[in-house]
């Protein structure tokens, strides 16, 4: 194929992504989104407007809050909604009931996570160990709690987390996927290994959760937190979620002791007696609105099985790989995300010369992912309603794009794999979130 024009190359495979639409299991979920002609591939950023958000948002602003008012906090279950999603969620995750709880964003979780594993872990066990090339809130987070419980945080490499944990190792924060590369990590045999160290283990779900199975009871995860505004489609600043494996509950201390988690909320006391189980992750009034858009975007999920998901997943992403292996030669558009399914998240990154001037050229031709700084499109497959189609065009238009452009190569940074500064900075125009 290499000597036939990369255009006429791509277009030999408009059949097969027609093909492989037909015969999808998950074509007929696509039709629970709001959804256009756009090319939307930022998924693993912000997720589709599920179309029972709407009618769910207008009844609880119109019904339950501007009729029922005070009385929806029992009327309607806003009290009690953090649990009632976390336990929607649970399954998604790998968990059993009464694990998982709604509310605040990732970073306020990961600091309570981490503290309380720190507090769970024995005083001798002084470092929190981090993956090095982490989305840097989590690493801010990590040094916060290291001051605040008088322990030291020691960055790493992901892939040596787990042969770097020793006697020392309190917990280590890790990341299932990677946000620049869509490399997936391997939880159980990193939490197995994290465990036979004595350390404890916390897991950063944003970019897995909802994309591919995850095994949080199964693997013996400690702690894990994650996002709803990605895969699980819940909203620009949706509430995350803090997982507390049930064994540990009775010890999950808080750095964070809010009202919201006390034994007797409205006893209004001086002093805090932590609630029974998944409650005790929450801290303040719920966010309602933001919740109850979640209850309703989860029902997308309904007769969906995760291994579907799955494997459509793999299947996109293998063949939107094959696609850009058409489109332009490998000196232009370089895959940094593995090729191997176990190591594969839900995204395609690609390291590419100008990559910010590239994606604003592709936005403004109706293909929507993001880019990374120095040089990473990132391409996200949502397989709830990302057509084999879909992929195929992203490809076409970026090989229309490539032939109008002047060759010039990937900027190459010989010292980090896949040519990904470890020390480039997120955000920025048309970057999207994490």
């Not at 395609?348 to 994606?359: K, R, T």
Request: aromatic share 6%; hydrophobic share 45%; charged share 25%.
């Amino acid at each position: 194929m290499s000597d036939v024009p990369p255009v006429l190359a791509l277009d030999a495979l408009a059949d097969r992504a027609a093909e492989l639409d037909s015969a999808d299991p998950l074509a007929h979920v696509r039709d629970r989104f709001a959804t256009d002609h756009t090319v939307y591939l930022d998924g693993n950023s912000l997720g589709a407007l599920p179309t029972a958000v709407l009618p769910r948002l207008t009844d609880v602003v119109q019904r339950e809050w501007g009729e029922l008012r005070i009385r929806s906090w029992e009327e309607s279950g806003w009290w009690t909604a953090p649990e009632r999603i976390g336990d929607r969620i649970a399954p998604l995750v790998g968990a059993a009931p009464g694990q998982v709880v709604v509310g605040d964003s990732t970073s306020v979780n990961v600091f309570k996570a981490l503290v309380a594993a720190v507090r769970m872990a024995p005083e001798d066990r002084d470092e929190i160990l981090v993956d090095a090339a982490t989305f840097p809130t989590d690493g801010y987070i990590a040094a916060s709690a290291a001051r605040l419980t008088g322990r030291t945080v020691r960055a790493v490499p992901a892939d040596a987390i787990a042969e770097a944990a020793g006697d020392r190792t309190a917990v280590a924060l890790v990341n299932h996927v990677d946000y620049r590369t869509g490399r997936l990590y391997d939880l159980p045999a990193v939490t197995a290994a994290l465990h036979a160290a004595g350390a404890l283990a916390v897991w950063d779900l944003c970019h897995s959760a909802g994309a591919l199975p995850v095994t949080l009871d199964a693997a013996g995860v400690d702690l894990a937190v994650g996002c709803t505004y990605k895969y699980l489609n819940g909203g620009p600043g949706a509430p995350a979620y803090l997982y507390v494996r049930a064994e540990h509950q009775p010890r999950f201390d808080s750095p964070l002791p809010g009202w919201n988690s006390h034994a007797d909320p409205f006893a209004m006391a001086d002093e805090y007696v932590a609630a029974e189980g998944a409650p005790r992750g929450r801290v303040g009034t719920p966010e309602i609105l933001s919740l109850l858009a979640l209850d309703a975007a989860l029902d997308v999920w309904d007769g969906v099985a995760i291994a579907d998901v799955r494997a459509k997943s793999l299947g996109l992403t293998d063949f939107f790989l094959e696609c850009v292996a058409a489109a332009a030669p490998a000196q232009r558009l370089r895959p940094v995300t593995p090729v191997p399914h176990a190591e594969r998240g839900s995204q395609v990154s690609l390291s590419c010369a100008d990559a910010g001037g590239m994606m604003r050229e592709l936005t403004a031709r109706g293909v929507v992912g993001d880019y990374r700084r120095p040089d990473v499109l990132r391409f996200g497959f949502t397989p709830l309603y990302t057509r084999y189609t879909d992929a195929w065009r992203a490809a076409r238009v970026l090989a229309d794009i490539l032939e109008e452009r002047p060759h010039t190569r990937p900027d190459a940074h010989p010292d980090t794999p896949a040519g990904i500064r470890a020390d480039a900075p997120a955000g920025g125009e048309r970057e999207g979130t994490p």
